[in-house]
């Protein structure tokens, strides 16, 4: 995208093919390579090495261009003055954190989309961050690994959680959900048991048949007559039921 600035038109970005010499231009404290970009990324993190990490990774993309900022306070600047499409915000900075610029960023530009990027797995900072209106939430270590996703995922209307912090988060959802009556669950066969607890597994139907050597008419039968017994209409219940019950690996580790 070409934005316009106070003196004049600036193309904001990294190397396009279009064969024009290679520059650079300041403003303030703001470096851009001046170059015909899609995507404007800000970076905010009060730790300089990792924003030139995430710069690094970012800019041997073409199309992307990359703003920097080392605090929230200017973070919320430079997104009032550039408008970025995406916030890569780091959450423990002073003297502004970053669920306060999330949020006075996302005030002022609903449009944009904000990666929150954190080394902790705290279950109330991540709802803080995403009660400000964070699009995702990284786990630092994971960061260079999951940047381009994440932000294709957000851009695309998607939320994105790495999989530690999608894990906390379930967690914390499953431990919230009621626990069901044991005597529905007591009122099941062992087979029925068996299945319930592979379907909360993932298995699909015919792996479910092949493990227990019956055919995939009676896994569906089996099911059917688990969700009359539990009075739920959807394997989505289903699965809830089994992991608040027990039955799955996600519980043992949430």
Known sequence: ???????????????????T????????????????????VLVVDDDRSARKVARFYLEKRRGIAVLEAGDGMEAVR???????????????????????ATRRILHANPGTKVVAQSNHLDEPLIREALDAGVAGYQHKIHAKMELLIAIQTVLAGGSYLSPD??????????????APDPSLISSLTKTEHNVLHLLA???????IA???????????THRQNIMNKLNVHTQTALVKIAVRAGLTQLHAES
């Open 1 to 19: 995208n070409v934005r316009q600035e106070k003196d004049g038109w600036v193309s904001l970005g990294v190397w396009v093919d279009q064969g």
């Open 21 to 40: 010499e290679f520059s650079e231009q300041v403003y303030g404290e703001v470096h851009m390579k001046n170059k015909e970009a899609a995507l404007l």
């Open 78 to 100: 430079l997104a009032a003055e550039y408008k970025p499409d995406v916030v890569l915000m780091d959450l423990a900075m002073r003297p502004m954190d970053g669920p306060t």
């Open 165 to 178: 912090v999608a894990a906390v988060v379930i967690g914390t959802y499953l431990k919230a959900l009621p």
């Open 201 to 207: 597994e993932e298995l699909s139907v015919k792996e």
């Open 210 to 220: 092949v493990r227990l050597d019956v055919s995939p008419r009676t896994v569906e």
